[in-house]
């Protein structure tokens, strides 16, 4: 919602009322975008029961974080669980990324 990552499980609707929400689908409709890459490339999904939230709170982090550190990955992501434990894999499509800027250049937004 207006760019920070929000849990759609426990936030209201209403608190999404005049503000720009974007979703999984929103940032690309096709899975090109650079975070969507990054999880194919690196292999992250098991189940894929966690990995829209989990993509939606990295485009989050990198687009206030460009060059996150591994505590600033887990920190900022902490509250997405992965039953299977892919949070290995999750940190290296992060890092994988490079900064904000080289993400909005190839999607015009993040």
């Given at each position: 919602?207006?760019?920070?990552?929000a849990?759609?499980?426990n936030?209201?609707?209403s608190?999404?009322?005049?503000?720009?929400?974007?979703?999984?689908?929103?940032?690309?409709?096709?899975?090109?975008?650079?975070?969507?890459?990054?999880?194919?490339?690196?292999?992250?999904?098991?189940?894929?029961?966690?990995?829209?939230?989990?993509?939606?709170?990295?485009?989050?982090?990198?687009?206030?974080?460009?060059?996150?550190?591994?505590f600033?990955?887990?920190?900022?992501?902490?509250?997405?669980?992965?039953?299977?434990?892919?949070?290995?894999?999750?940190?290296?499509?992060?890092?994988?990324?490079?900064?904000?800027?080289?993400?909005?250049?190839?999607?015009?937004?993040?």
């Amino acid at each position: 919602i207006d760019g920070q990552a929000a849990k759609s499980c426990n936030t209201k609707a209403s608190a999404a009322i005049g503000k720009t929400v974007t979703t999984i689908e929103g940032l690309s409709t096709d899975s090109s975008h650079p975070v969507q890459v990054a999880w194919t490339e690196g292999d992250v999904p098991q189940c894929g029961y966690c990995q829209s939230g989990q993509i939606m709170a990295a485009a989050a982090l990198l687009s206030k974080r460009p060059n996150p550190s591994d505590f600033d990955i887990d920190a900022e992501m902490a509250d997405n669980i992965c039953r299977c434990g892919t949070y290995e894999r999750i940190r290296g499509a992060v890092r994988s990324l490079g900064s904000a800027e080289d993400l909005e250049e190839e999607t015009g937004d993040v």
